[in-house]
Protein backbone atom coordinates (compact mmCIF):
# COMPACT_ATOMS: atom_id res chain seq x y z
CA UNK A 1 0.00 0.00 0.00
CA UNK A 2 1.16 3.31 -1.08
CA UNK A 3 1.74 5.78 1.99
CA UNK A 4 3.52 8.43 3.93
CA UNK A 5 4.40 7.59 7.51
CA UNK A 6 5.13 10.08 10.15
CA UNK A 7 6.11 9.10 13.70
CA UNK A 8 5.10 10.17 16.26
CA UNK A 9 1.41 11.12 16.02
CA UNK A 10 1.73 12.98 19.29
CA UNK A 11 4.94 14.73 21.11
CA UNK A 12 4.98 16.91 24.14
CA UNK A 13 8.59 18.49 24.60
CA UNK A 14 10.00 20.88 26.48
CA UNK A 15 11.16 24.32 25.57
CA UNK A 16 15.08 23.48 24.16
CA UNK A 17 14.86 19.84 24.23
CA UNK A 18 16.06 18.61 20.63
CA UNK A 19 13.62 16.37 18.92
CA UNK A 20 13.39 15.14 15.74
CA UNK A 21 9.88 13.62 13.78
CA UNK A 22 10.76 11.00 11.14
CA UNK A 23 8.77 10.54 7.47
CA UNK A 24 9.12 7.81 5.25
CA UNK A 25 7.44 7.40 1.81
CA UNK A 26 7.42 3.74 0.06
CA UNK A 27 6.36 5.19 -3.32
CA UNK A 28 9.94 6.07 -4.88
CA UNK A 29 8.60 9.80 -4.98
CA UNK A 30 11.28 12.26 -5.29
CA UNK A 31 9.70 15.31 -4.22
CA UNK A 32 9.22 15.22 -0.18
CA UNK A 33 8.23 18.67 2.18
CA UNK A 34 6.98 19.41 5.26
CA UNK A 35 4.02 21.56 6.60
CA UNK A 36 2.94 22.69 9.12
CA UNK A 37 -0.88 23.94 10.06
CA UNK A 38 -1.98 26.23 12.24
CA UNK A 39 -5.67 27.92 12.64
CA UNK A 40 -6.59 30.30 10.20
CA UNK A 41 -3.52 29.63 8.74
CA UNK A 42 -3.97 26.49 6.33
CA UNK A 43 -0.14 24.76 5.08
CA UNK A 44 2.78 26.16 5.07
CA UNK A 45 5.54 24.63 3.76
CA UNK A 46 8.43 24.72 6.28
CA UNK A 47 11.31 22.57 3.73
CA UNK A 48 11.29 20.72 0.87
CA UNK A 49 13.58 17.94 -0.72
CA UNK A 50 13.86 17.64 -4.93
CA UNK A 51 15.97 14.55 -4.68
CA UNK A 52 18.47 12.90 -2.21
CA UNK A 53 20.66 15.21 -0.91
CA UNK A 54 19.10 17.97 -2.23
CA UNK A 55 16.72 20.05 0.68
CA UNK A 56 15.61 23.81 0.29
CA UNK A 57 13.67 26.42 2.54
CA UNK A 58 9.93 26.77 2.20
CA UNK A 59 7.96 29.76 3.74
CA UNK A 60 8.77 29.12 7.35
CA UNK A 61 11.92 27.15 7.62
CA UNK A 62 13.62 29.53 11.17
CA UNK A 63 13.49 26.68 13.88
CA UNK A 64 13.92 23.55 11.45
CA UNK A 65 16.44 21.56 10.06
CA UNK A 66 15.88 18.44 7.32
CA UNK A 67 18.08 15.84 5.83
CA UNK A 68 17.89 14.00 2.99
CA UNK A 69 19.78 10.87 2.80
CA UNK A 70 17.68 8.58 1.29
CA UNK A 71 15.50 8.72 -1.10
CA UNK A 72 12.37 7.13 1.39
CA UNK A 73 13.23 9.18 4.66
CA UNK A 74 12.72 12.66 5.00
CA UNK A 75 13.40 13.76 8.85
CA UNK A 76 12.37 17.28 10.38
CA UNK A 77 14.61 17.86 12.86
CA UNK A 78 13.86 20.90 15.68
CA UNK A 79 17.45 21.90 17.45
CA UNK A 80 15.87 24.31 20.12
CA UNK A 81 12.14 23.84 20.30
CA UNK A 82 9.91 27.06 21.30
CA UNK A 83 6.55 27.18 22.27
CA UNK A 84 5.68 29.28 18.84
CA UNK A 85 6.52 25.29 17.00
CA UNK A 86 3.57 24.29 18.85
CA UNK A 87 1.19 23.11 15.38
CA UNK A 88 0.17 20.32 13.55
CA UNK A 89 2.93 18.80 11.19
CA UNK A 90 2.58 17.12 7.88
CA UNK A 91 5.07 15.76 5.54
CA UNK A 92 4.26 15.20 2.17
CA UNK A 93 5.45 13.44 -0.85
CA UNK A 94 4.79 13.88 -4.65
CA UNK A 95 6.08 12.62 -8.05
CA UNK A 96 5.72 15.55 -10.98
CA UNK A 97 2.41 16.67 -11.22
CA UNK A 98 0.75 13.73 -8.78
CA UNK A 99 -1.23 14.77 -5.96
CA UNK A 100 0.60 15.08 -2.88
CA UNK A 101 0.76 12.05 -0.69
CA UNK A 102 0.53 13.01 3.23
CA UNK A 103 1.85 11.30 6.61
CA UNK A 104 -1.05 10.97 9.39
CA UNK A 105 0.37 14.14 10.50
CA UNK A 106 2.22 14.82 14.19
CA UNK A 107 0.51 16.93 16.67
CA UNK A 108 3.48 18.96 18.77
CA UNK A 109 3.14 20.68 21.91
CA UNK A 110 5.98 22.45 22.87
CA UNK A 111 5.75 24.15 26.66
CA UNK B 1 3.17 35.22 -7.69
CA UNK B 2 1.10 32.30 -7.18
CA UNK B 3 -1.88 32.84 -5.04
CA UNK B 4 -5.10 30.53 -3.98
CA UNK B 5 -7.93 32.11 -2.11
CA UNK B 6 -10.58 30.73 -0.05
CA UNK B 7 -12.67 33.48 1.08
CA UNK B 8 -15.25 31.60 3.47
CA UNK B 9 -13.48 30.89 6.83
CA UNK B 10 -16.51 29.20 7.98
CA UNK B 11 -19.93 27.60 6.70
CA UNK B 12 -22.60 26.02 8.56
CA UNK B 13 -25.52 24.36 6.87
CA UNK B 14 -28.67 21.95 7.97
CA UNK B 15 -27.79 18.32 6.54
CA UNK B 16 -29.42 17.79 3.12
CA UNK B 17 -28.48 21.46 1.92
CA UNK B 18 -26.47 21.77 -1.08
CA UNK B 19 -23.35 24.38 0.01
CA UNK B 20 -20.50 25.60 -2.28
CA UNK B 21 -17.24 25.72 -1.37
CA UNK B 22 -15.43 29.09 -3.00
CA UNK B 23 -11.53 28.70 -4.52
CA UNK B 24 -10.04 31.56 -6.58
CA UNK B 25 -6.19 31.37 -7.70
CA UNK B 26 -4.10 33.46 -9.39
CA UNK B 27 -0.98 32.22 -11.45
CA UNK B 28 0.62 33.57 -14.52
CA UNK B 29 1.16 29.88 -15.52
CA UNK B 30 -0.30 28.41 -18.83
CA UNK B 31 -0.13 25.09 -17.52
CA UNK B 32 -1.13 25.02 -14.00
CA UNK B 33 -2.86 21.83 -11.92
CA UNK B 34 -5.50 22.57 -8.98
CA UNK B 35 -6.14 20.24 -6.04
CA UNK B 36 -8.94 19.73 -3.39
CA UNK B 37 -8.39 17.98 -0.05
CA UNK B 38 -10.44 17.61 2.74
CA UNK B 39 -9.45 17.37 6.12
CA UNK B 40 -11.97 15.73 8.62
CA UNK B 41 -12.15 16.02 12.30
CA UNK B 42 -9.24 13.22 12.98
CA UNK B 43 -6.55 15.48 11.21
CA UNK B 44 -5.45 13.26 8.46
CA UNK B 45 -5.69 15.03 4.79
CA UNK B 46 -7.71 13.43 2.27
CA UNK B 47 -6.90 14.15 -1.44
CA UNK B 48 -10.36 14.82 -3.51
CA UNK B 49 -9.38 15.61 -6.98
CA UNK B 50 -6.90 17.00 -9.49
CA UNK B 51 -7.98 19.26 -12.35
CA UNK B 52 -5.54 20.42 -15.26
CA UNK B 53 -5.76 23.66 -16.79
CA UNK B 54 -6.35 22.63 -20.14
CA UNK B 55 -9.41 20.49 -18.72
CA UNK B 56 -12.33 22.60 -17.75
CA UNK B 57 -15.20 19.85 -18.18
CA UNK B 58 -17.07 19.95 -14.66
CA UNK B 59 -16.62 16.92 -12.39
CA UNK B 60 -18.92 14.72 -10.84
CA UNK B 61 -18.67 12.18 -8.40
CA UNK B 62 -21.04 10.84 -6.29
CA UNK B 63 -22.46 13.90 -4.37
CA UNK B 64 -19.29 16.06 -5.28
CA UNK B 65 -18.70 18.62 -8.18
CA UNK B 66 -16.52 20.82 -9.20
CA UNK B 67 -17.09 23.82 -11.68
CA UNK B 68 -13.68 24.99 -12.77
CA UNK B 69 -13.89 28.66 -14.52
CA UNK B 70 -10.54 29.65 -16.36
CA UNK B 71 -12.48 33.39 -17.25
CA UNK B 72 -13.05 33.65 -13.66
CA UNK B 73 -9.96 31.77 -12.32
CA UNK B 74 -12.03 29.66 -10.17
CA UNK B 75 -12.41 26.27 -9.22
CA UNK B 76 -15.51 25.62 -6.88
CA UNK B 77 -16.64 22.61 -4.76
CA UNK B 78 -19.85 21.97 -4.41
CA UNK B 79 -21.42 19.55 -2.22
CA UNK B 80 -25.05 17.97 -3.06
CA UNK B 81 -27.52 17.08 -0.24
CA UNK B 82 -24.72 17.40 2.73
CA UNK B 83 -24.26 14.78 5.19
CA UNK B 84 -22.76 15.01 9.01
CA UNK B 85 -20.02 13.05 7.69
CA UNK B 86 -18.85 16.28 5.39
CA UNK B 87 -18.23 17.84 8.27
CA UNK B 88 -14.49 19.24 7.76
CA UNK B 89 -11.80 21.40 7.03
CA UNK B 90 -11.54 21.78 3.16
CA UNK B 91 -8.41 22.95 1.34
CA UNK B 92 -7.83 24.33 -2.36
CA UNK B 93 -4.23 24.22 -3.84
CA UNK B 94 -2.39 25.21 -6.67
CA UNK B 95 0.33 24.12 -8.55
CA UNK B 96 2.20 25.33 -11.27
CA UNK B 97 4.15 23.35 -13.87
CA UNK B 98 6.99 25.72 -15.02
CA UNK B 99 8.10 24.98 -11.84
CA UNK B 100 9.98 22.04 -11.97
CA UNK B 101 8.91 21.39 -8.21
CA UNK B 102 4.69 21.24 -8.86
CA UNK B 103 4.89 22.44 -5.56
CA UNK B 104 1.69 23.64 -3.93
CA UNK B 105 0.14 27.02 -3.10
CA UNK B 106 -2.79 26.18 -0.09
CA UNK B 107 -5.93 28.11 0.64
CA UNK B 108 -6.40 29.00 4.16
CA UNK B 109 -9.13 26.45 4.24
CA UNK B 110 -12.91 26.29 4.48
CA UNK B 111 -14.37 24.79 7.98
CA UNK B 112 -17.67 22.99 6.94
CA UNK B 113 -19.79 22.47 9.30
CA UNK B 114 -23.17 20.16 8.72
CA UNK B 115 -25.69 20.05 11.20
CA UNK B 116 -28.12 17.20 11.61
Known amino acids: EAQVTQNPRYLITVTGKKLTVTCSQN?????MSWYRQDPGLGLRQIYY???????DKGDVPEGYKVSRKEKRNFPLILESPSPNQTSLYFCASKQGKTEAFFGQGTRLTVV | AQKVTQAQTEISVVEKEDVTLDCVYE???????LFWYKQPPSGELVFLIRRNSFDEQNEISGRYSWNFQKSTSSFNFTITASQVVDSAVYFCALSGARDSNYQLIWGAGTKLIIKP
Open chain 1, 49 to 55: SMNVEVT
Open chain 1, 27 to 31: MNHEY
Open chain 2, 27 to 33: TRDTTYY
